[in-house]
């Protein structure tokens, strides 16, 4: 279970690293220069950012009880985590059938972390 959230944890830190970076220049940068009004702008912007917090945390996180796993609060860390991940990774999914393409691939990197934060959990 060590190893598997410690690579929850990496897989993770590698997405929030595309997302700040990768995010930053496409979607971001074309939304808030865009005519949209001032509101959804900062809106727009507050919730990436909510999702950066979010992703670098969450590695920390996994990381963290990866290295220094705790009896009582991993599993149950790892379940919450874990199960975030999966609903993030469904919202993609069915934006993506939505809007009838598959062009928002973000879900092939939080699909693992949340199976392998679940996987952990349930070994431990």
Known sequence: MVKIWVTAGIINLLTAFIHLIGGHFDPILPFVSSDLTVIPKATLHAVWHMVTVMLFFSSSVLLYIGIKP???ASKQIATLLGTLYVLFSIVFIVVNIGYGFFK????????PVGVLSLYGARKA
Request: hydrophobic fraction near 55%; avoid cysteine; proline fraction near 9%.
């Open 104 to 111: 928002l691939p973000q879900w092939v990197l939080l699909f």
């Open 70 to 72: 705790n009896k009582y």
